[in-house]
């Protein structure tokens, strides 16, 4: 099924769609969010998307159980690939943002990061 770009409510007071949704996440998760996008039923309500500690998160109310299932099998899968490019990849913890990146973005924002004069 191809996820359309329908709007979403959220508390009544703001619509979601998949477009802002994906942009709340680097551009290689995007694949991930699509496959929870079209299991999610219509009444779904979308509190928040986000990383955090390397990993994707997707805040829903009023899900059945197996549906949650699916969006924490999803989460997990993101800590294995690149957020920047959806390649394979790996949590980062040795930087000072959590990330999981593949070998190419892990080496280039680590020697960026670690830079003195901050040139790129």
């Keep these: 099924m191809k996820p359309t770009d329908k709007a979403r409510n959220i508390y009544g007071?703001?619509?979601?769609?998949?477009a802002n949704t994906k942009a709340?996440?680097?551009?290689?998760?995007?694949g991930l969010i699509e496959k929870?996008?079209?299991?999610?039923p219509k009444?779904?309500?979308i509190?928040?998307?986000?990383?955090?500690?390397?990993?994707?998160?997707?805040?829903?109310?009023?899900?059945?159980?197996?549906?949650?299932d699916f969006i924490d099998e999803v989460e997990h899968e993101s800590g294995t690939i690149c957020e920047q490019c959806g390649e394979p990849g790996k949590v980062?913890?040795?930087?000072?943002?959590?990330q999981t990146l593949c070998d190419t973005h892990y080496h280039e924002t680590y020697e960026y990061k670690n830079r003195k004069d901050g040139t790129k």
Excluded: C, N
């Design 92 to 98: 980062r913890s040795d930087m000072s943002w959590i």
């Design 43 to 45: 009444s779904t309500l």
């Design 36 to 40: 929870i996008w079209v299991k999610l």
């Design 47 to 68: 509190e928040q998307v986000k990383e955090k500690y390397g990993t994707l998160r997707f805040y829903v109310s009023y899900v059945d159980e197996a549906t949650q």
């Design 24 to 30: 709340q996440v680097g551009p290689g998760w995007s």
């Design 13 to 18: 007071k703001r619509t979601i769609t998949l």
